[in-house]
């Protein structure tokens, strides 16, 4: 257990539905780091906070996923209008330097 | 190209023997070089960490860097069962005051006792 938790840790939903994933970091860490993992490839970055601030995002996220740090401590993840492709394994990170500690991963399926 | 290389796999090692896994970069800007191990259906876990050339040892697992090459490998000695996995191999990569881990696809490693 690296002190990072997510929630929930599977979810089921039908396409077209909204869903979304929490990140707990470990408290000291002000960096936060969302990435997504398909079946057989490495994890791939999808956005980066630094305390409450969006500082990166990648162009994998489209404008269905939005994702928040309110007062730079928990995120959040958001996927509206789901779709097929977007069933992933959602892993969330944190940092207070460059070494990222991983949550253990929000499982999403779309039927 | 790809910016961070590994073979697929899967590598297959006797127990005892030295598994050795590779991987290649393309950004000549990094910095930071980590080695993580996902068991299957879980997260990844860091094993290792490096950010000069040459070698670093933890226990079993000796971690390789060579910059000039743009290369960096893991050593895992006495293998054992329980290092049957997928090791990934992570760059940071900075970005517009932004830091990323860019990752390869992993080596799936299985130890056969």
């Known amino acids: 257990d690296t002190g990072v938790s997510q929630d929930p840790r599977h979810k089921i939903t039908k396409r077209g539905q909204n869903v979304t994933f929490r990140c707990d970091p470990i408290?000291?860490?002000?960096?936060l780091y969302w990435y997504r993992q398909t079946l057989g490839q490495g994890p791939e970055f999808l956005t980066y906070?630094?305390?409450?601030?969006?500082?990166?995002k990648s162009r994998l996220l489209s404008d269905r996923f939005s994702a928040e740090r309110p007062k730079g401590s928990f995120s959040t993840l958001e996927i509206q209008r789901t779709e097929q492709g977007d069933s992933a394994m959602y892993l969330c990170?944190?940092?207070?330097?460059?070494?990222?500690?991983f949550g253990p991963g929000t499982r999403l399926t779309v039927l | 190209q790809k910016e961070v290389e590994q073979n697929s796999g899967p590598l297959s090692v006797p127990e005892g023997a030295i598994a050795s896994l590779n991987c290649t970069y393309s950004?000549?800007?990094?910095?930071?070089f980590f080695w993580y191990r996902q068991y299957s259906g879980k997260s990844p876990e860091l094993i290792m960490s490096?950010?000069?050339?040459g070698d670093k040892e933890d226990g079993r697992f000796t971690a390789q860097l060579n910059k000039a090459s743009q290369y960096v490998s893991l050593l895992i000695r006495d293998s054992q069962p329980s290092d049957s996995a997928t090791y990934l191999c992570?760059?940071?990569?900075?970005?517009?005051?932004?830091?990323?881990?860019?990752f390869g696809q992993g080596t799936r490693l299985t130890i056969n006792p």
């Open positions: 990170a944190s940092s207070r330097a460059d070494t990222q500690y």
């Open positions: 408290s000291e860490h002000n960096r």
């Open positions: 490096i950010y000069s050339n």
């Open positions: 950004d000549r800007g990094s910095q930071s």
């Open positions: 906070f630094q305390n409450e601030a969006q500082l990166e």
């Open positions: 992570a760059v940071n990569t900075l970005i517009q005051g932004a830091q990323k881990l860019v």
